[in-house]
C-alpha cells in the first residue's frame, strides 16, 4: 500500500507544466481520492473529533490521499505510513479539485474583477487547487485564502461541457467508494439518468462528500466521467470542476431524487460509507 500512495502523492505533485492550463480532477486512485489542504494549518487528529488527540499537522497545499468521510472528517494517507496517519476535517480541503497551472506571472485580485486589489503574484510554472469557475475568472485556493485569476482563454464556462450531451447515454457505469463497480444497462434507467443529468441546474461549489463516480458511454462513441455526491445530494461534479444540480427544484425533493439514482444501481444511498 505504501508505494501506491506514494505513487499518487508524486503523480499529484506534478501537475504542473509551461504554458497556462486547467487540469481536471485526477479522479478515484487504486487508493482513493487525492486532497489538498486549503487553509494556513490543518491538524491530522487520531479519531475524527476535534478532542482527539493531535498526530500531525498539514500546511496549505500539502496533498495527501484520502478514502473514507465520518461526520465530516476525512481519513488521511501520507507516503510515510503503511495505515492512515489520521483524520482531517474535510471543511479544510479540496477533495479531487482541477488545477490551475500558470503560464507567466500571473496577478491574483481580491474578487472577480480586475480593479480589485492585488493579493498576490504567482510565478510561472505553479499550480493551485480549483475552488470555481465563473465568467472567465478562476477562483484557487492561495496559501489558505483564495483569489481570482483573470483568464478568459482557458476558463470559458465549464471547459465546453455540456449537460445535454448525457441525454444520449446508452450505458452506465458507478464506481462506488470501497471501489467496485456497478454496471446499468436497463433501457428506462439509464433514460431516466440521461433526462436527469441533461436538465441538471448550474450551482455554485458544493460541501457535499464526492467520492463516487459516474462514467456514460454516449450515442456519439464518446464517453463521460462525472464525480457523484454520496451524502444525499442530487448534484455531480464535472472533470472542469463544475457543479450540477439533478432533479426537480421544489423543497424536499432531493432526498428522493438521490435515492431513485442509487437504487437503480441496487445501491442504498445510506449505506454507501
Excluded at 26 to 32: A, E, H, L
Excluded at 111 to 122: F, K
Excluded at 169 to 195: K, Y
Aim: hydrophobic share 45%; glycine share 10%.
Amino acid at each position: 500500500m505504501k508505494k501506491k500512495i506514494a505513487a499518487l502523492l508524486i503523480l499529484l505533485c506534478l501537475f504542473s507544466a509551461a504554458r497556462a492550463e486547467i487540469l481536471p480532477p485526477y479522479g478515484m486512485g487504486q487508493i482513493g481520492y487525492g486532497a489538498v489542504v486549503l487553509c494556513q494549518s490543518l491538524t491530522v487528529r487520531a479519531a475524527p473529533s476535534t478532542s482527539a488527540k493531535a498526530v500531525k499537522t498539514l500546511h496549505a497545499g500539502d496533498v495527501f490521499v484520502t478514502q473514507k468521510e465520518k461526520d465530516g472528517w476525512r481519513d488521511c494517507f501520507l507516503s510515510e505510513n503503511d495505515g492512515p496517519a489520521g483524520w482531517v476535517s474535510a471543511e479544510y480541503i479540496a477533495l479531487d479539485p482541477a488545477w490551475y497551472v500558470t503560464e507567466k506571472s500571473t496577478p491574483v485580485y481580491a474578487w472577480n474583477d480586475t480593479a480589485a486589489n492585488r493579493v498576490g503574484l504567482l510565478d510561472a510554472g505553479t499550480r493551485y487547487p480549483i475552488l470555481k469557475m465563473q465568467d472567465g475568472w478562476v477562483l484557487i485556493g492561495l496559501r489558505g485564502a483564495a483569489g481570482w485569476i483573470y483568464d478568459p482563454v482557458h476558463a470559458v464556462g465549464d471547459i465546453g461541457f455540456a449537460p445535454d450531451r448525457l441525454r444520449s447515454a446508452l450505458r452506465a457505469e458507478l464506481m462506488i467508494p470501497d471501489g467496485s463497480v456497478r454496471t446499468l444497462t436497463d433501457a428506462a434507467g439509464i433514460d431516466w439518468i440521461g433526462e436527469q443529468l441533461a436538465d441538471a441546474r448550474a450551482v455554485t461549489a458544493m460541501k457535499c462528500t464526492f467520492d463516487a463516480v459516474l462514467n456514460l458511454t454516449l450515442a456519439d462513441g464518446g464517453t463521460v466521467s462525472l464525480t457523484l455526491a454520496t451524502d444525499g445530494c442530487p448534484v455531480y461534479r464535472t472533470a472542469g470542476g463544475g457543479y450540477y444540480r439533478f432533479g426537480p427544484d421544489t423543497p424536499g425533493a432531493d432526498a428522493e431524487t438521490a435515492q431513485t439514482f442509487w437504487k437503480l444501481f441496487g445501491l442504498d444511498a445510506e449505506g454507501l460509507h
